[in-house]
């Protein structure tokens, strides 16, 4: 068997750049039904495991969808708010937990979420330097934002601007880092979290005051997520950044209960009571939306599933195309070696090894292209299905 | 020994047509085939090496009767006892000129590749002058190193005959004298039967047995 194999391999070096196109074109074949099956396998897995561990989602009436991704992966920040009285409502219920979310601003491009310090556990994730979201002001973020930004507690992150030409716009606020979260292989990698009250200030809902540190009235900004106080003052002077000197001089306007959020998740104590709690939401007369991200999931991977298909469809088109041309160089290449091959016939060589060398270069190209192609789905397994949440969802 | 009998060979496409009624070479000596262009020196070679089979007649070579012999048992021979000299050369482009010297080995099982044949071939190359080129690709090589490569590789085998097709055609005289020189040390050292088709008659009087085909080919019907 070393005698084709060898004489194979070194037509094949010989002939490099046809051999190497053959190769490409061949790994290519392989590799595009391979990638597209592994991508939507990984991709539904991803959607799937992150819409599992998150029951119920409580939010503006409107696209399903558009809520659903909004909570599971903080896309469509211009979603309909919900007043944050819902939230109130639900998390008074003996039903479950209830966790909320505003998720209306960004800091440098990445999804600013308001939530509750109960998040973490509900979401697994784990504080891996310094401390949670409990003061006002502080952020804990992601363990990929903090990767890219080179962040630790201490640090300092100012929360985008919503309205740069304004001259009556809101300041952008300056967050501490509290907190950096161990990487969880999701979403909230790639998010930067507050407390709700913090991003209300962020959007100018709360504010400070210059020469008004009465901090009786301010205990709001102590403990924002208890208090529904609100103060009125005059002197108005806004603040970009909140600070031990003035934190007490922080607080908002108006019924905290009015206060937007943009959707509350809702983990229940079990079928009964997401049953219950649906059972709310089922008249065309309720003014939120329950959806079951789940099921959502399962909607958008039958169009994922029918794209599936338009891929696998031009695989087959382009395996075919790919063979006939395999084919014709095939073709071509034994007319070119014509005088090679009857050379090699008239010095004693049989019709067979002839054969086997021609099928020793297939068998040589075909292992390239599968080395080829498995280099592509590595990389893919890697990196693929992460690329194709964030460019797809 | 080389005992040819009534042979009988025609091209069916051209008319072309070969008659050999008898003719003997004997073991260990040197025998021209002598014609002008398409007399079918090139033909009775190849009917010789068992390329061909000849539609009547016998040819016994080396003892064994090549017009019984299957197609299988021909090419064993051919590529065990027959060292072949092509007019063209016909060397491997993707092999070097090392790798294109044991080319047979690589191409029957019949020929077991051992330690001496590598030996061999480096020998052979420098007494043909290409030791200096044995990683060279062919395509490198000069007509006359090239006309010394497929020298050496129909020598590679240690073959009993050779058969040689105007090697020396394209070859200006110091290199054919050179061929020539090889190819009658060879055959006189190693007692090989050496069969060469040439239409130089400057060639004619070195060979001791010569077959001049003005005097068997018929015309194209």
């Keep these: 068997m070393w005698r084709p194999l060898f004489l194979a391999w070194n037509a094949l070096k010989y002939y490099r750049t046809r051999s190497l196109l053959l190769m490409f074109c061949l790994a290519i074949t ?75 601003l960004t800091v440098q491009g990445t999804p600013l979420v308001g939530t509750t310090s109960g998040y973490f556990p509900f979401r697994d994730l784990l504080i891996a330097e310094g401390r949670s979201i409990g003061r006002l002001g502080d952020c804990v973020v992601g363990a990929q934002v903090a990767k890219d930004w080179d962040v630790h507690p201490g640090d300092h992150l100012t929360v985008d601007a919503t309205n740069v030409f304004s001259i009556a716009g809101i300041p952008p606020l300056r967050l501490n880092v509290s907190g950096v979260l161990k990487e969880n292989q999701s979403a909230d990698d790639d998010a930067v979290f507050v407390t709700v009250q913090t991003a209300w200030v962020a959007t100018g809902i709360g504010h400070g005051h210059s020469g008004s540190p009465d901090t009786d009235h301010n205990v709001q900004g102590k403990n924002p997520e208890e208090t529904q106080k609100t103060l009125g003052a005059a002197a108005l002077l806004p603040y970009t950044e909140i600070t031990d000197e003035n934190i007490g001089q922080f607080h908002f306007h108006g019924e905290q209960l009015d206060f937007p959020i943009t959707a509350v998740i809702f983990d229940p104590l079990g079928d009964r009571e997401s049953t219950l709690l649906r059972g709310q939401y089922v008249s065309d007369e309720a003014e939120y939306q329950i959806v079951s991200p789940s099921q959502v999931v399962d909607e958008l991977m039958e169009v994922v599933f029918q794209f599936r298909f338009f891929l696998d469809l031009a695989a087959v088109l382009m395996g075919i195309t790919t063979g006939c041309l395999l084919l014709l160089i095939g ?7 014509q005088a090679e091959i009857k050379t090699m016939v008239r010095i004693g060589s049989s ?34 299905a992460s690329l194709l949440v964030q460019f797809l969802v | 020994m080389l005992q040819v009998t009534n042979l009988q060979f025609h091209y069916p496409e051209s008319g072309f047509q070969l008659s050999l009624p008898s003719w003997m070479v004997p073991e260990g000596e040197q025998a021209a085939l002598i014609g ?47 060292g072949l000299i092509f007019q063209s050369f016909e060397l491997i482009p993707y092999l070097n000129v090392v790798q294109n010297i044991q080319l047979p080995y690589y191409l029957n099982p019949v020929l077991e590749r051992s330690s001496d044949v590598e030996f061999r071939a480096y020998q052979l190359a420098e007494q043909l002058g290409l030791s200096s080129y044995l990683q ?38 110091t290199n054919a004298e050179r061929v020539m020189d090889v190819l009658f040390e060879y055959s006189r050292e190693q007692k090989a039967m050496l069969i060469m088709s040439t239409h130089d008659p400057a060639l004619f009087t070195l060979f001791e047995h010569r077959l001049d085909f003005a005097s068997l080919v018929s015309s194209p019907v």
């Design chain 2, 136 to 173: 060279n690709r062919v395509t490198s090589l000069s007509v006359g190193e090239q006309q010394r490569l497929a020298i050496c590789r129909a020598l590679i085998t240690q073959p009993q005959v050779i058969l040689a097709d105007e090697p020396t055609a394209s070859l200006d005289q």
């Design chain 1, 331 to 337: 073709w071509l290449t034994l007319q070119i070696r």
């Design chain 2, 36 to 82: 002008p262009s398409g007399s079918g020196k090139t033909t009775l070679l190849s009917l010789l090496a068992g390329i061909l089979q000849p539609e009547a007649g016998e040819i016994e070579l080396l003892g064994k009767p090549l017009h019984q012999m299957s197609e299988t048992e021909r090419r064993n021979l051919r590529i065990s006892q027959c």
């Design chain 1, 30 to 104: 392989f590799s595009l039904p391979l990638v597209s099956r592994m991508l939507i396998v990984d991709f539904e897995s991803q959607l799937r495991s992150r819409a599992d561990a998150t029951p119920l989602v409580v939010g503006a009436r409107g696209s399903r969808f558009d809520l659903a991704l909004h909570v599971l992966y903080f896309k469509e920040p211009a979603l309909p708010t919900i007043p944050y009285r819902e939230y109130d409502r639900l998390s008074r219920t003996d039903l479950g937990t209830a966790f909320p979310l505003h998720r209306q």
């Design chain 1, 351 to 384: 019709r067979s090894m002839v054969f086997q060398l021609h099928a020793a270069e297939l068998g040589l190209l075909l292992i390239g292209a599968g080395v080829v192609t498995g280099i592509v789905l590595l990389v893919i397994k890697f990196v693929g």
